[in-house]
């Protein structure tokens, strides 16, 4: 049966979202439309362009110098001046220090000698980072890497040759109707990136927005190339993970008013499905201890002991999930809770045994929602869900 399919983000828990695509394909199930958020997205893109789960399976166990290939996209982040400091926020700090008993040209020789020592100091990168391009780390890698993987091997309708292709030019060349969920910080609105909205947007660089999880990410800012949203232009607009704003919009998907068909294409006949990664359930067959967080370059500092970071992290948390969870609650019968719980959003570099209890605990997941689903039809009390389905869709795209 061919399903539209909805994939959740979740970092490096999305490889749960590969073992339950694997089974649902071996069932003999395929896909229509597409939607995804941050991991979700880049497996969205991947089916997109023809990958088979054993294919991602491979590009999930890739491996550079001896690590994970993702655990690269942890990058440092790039160098930067004395000059970078003193006409950035840290050189408005420095700058706002008045030390009164001290001459001004004595206090800017001494802003300009504190540049300079910061300039050299490696570690101050990632905060240089953090306060001016909102991310600890740069993603530089990710987008050539997946460039390479939507130019590498072939399917059915020949070699593979999408890296460099805008939406536009992907939706043509796949006849895949995909989309990317986004949030553009500067306007407070949720982006939902496909062939429609933003044509002249690089496929690779969507995904790159879709997955760039607040303040671990550089922001990326639309480029002027880019063209515009919906005919608006966004050029230097900070994008970020679409979780921001909707991890999981499956009701795009379901409702057939205008503002959301004008966004998404006219609905389907198809039912759809939902892929939904559960950090609350802790597989079966993981063993051994729960993800801890990354120290923060091999100090003593880590992220979550920080009450900043925690408040932040409090914050996004119920920014991303007070949608959802009505989303969840409403459409459960067609969501598959996938278990991800004891796993890291950012552990990219997790054993050989750990991802494959990731990947064995979406098979199954998988297998036990096929397994008990009804023998109705998936199309059943579809009437009984328009109104609320309407009602969500519209509030999600209401400022649209």
Known sequence: ??????????????????????????????????????????????????YTADEMLTTMAERENGQSVFNSFLAEPASFTKEDILTGAVGKVLEGVDFTLIPDFVEKQMDKGIAGAL????????????????????????????????????WAKGQRNYGKMTLAEFYQATEVDVSFIASDTWSQRILVLNH?????????WAVRMSMNIPLLWQEVKWQKAWG????????????VDG???????????????????KVMGPKQDNPVLGFLIDDATRPAALSGSPFESLDLIKSNIRP?????????QRLLNTMMTAHDKMVMDEFSHIVVNLPAGGFGVIEFDMSDDRREALVESGR???RKFLENQSN??????????????DRIANKILSDL
């Open 1 to 50: 049966m061919k399903y539209d399919l909805v994939f959740e983000g979740g970092g490096a828990k999305g490889g749960v979202l590969v073992g339950a695509y694997d089974l649902f394909a071996q069932q003999g199930n395929t896909h229509g439309r597409l939607m995804g958020t941050s991991a979700g997205a880049i497996t969205a893109v991947l089916l997109a362009a023809g």
């Open 196 to 204: 429609r909205t933003a044509p002249k947007c690089p496929v690779a």
């Open 376 to 389: 109705t039809s998936p199309f059943e009390s579809m009437n009984n869900w328009s109104e609320n389905v």
């Open 228 to 239: 515009s949203y919906r005919n608006r232009d966004i050029s230097g607009h900070a994008i």
């Open 119 to 154: 300039v050299k100091h490696e570690k101050f990168r990632h905060v240089y980072s953090f306060i001016e391009r909102g991310g600890w780390y740069s993603a530089d890698n990710f987008v050539p890497w997946l460039e390479r993987k939507l130019d590498s091997g072939s």
């Open 304 to 312: 979550g002991e920080l009450q900043t970071v925690i408040r932040i």
């Open 243 to 261: 979780g921001m704003l909707s991890n999981f919009p499956i009701e795009l998907f379901l409702s057939d008013e205008r503002p959301v068909t």
């Open 364 to 366: 199954i997941a998988m």
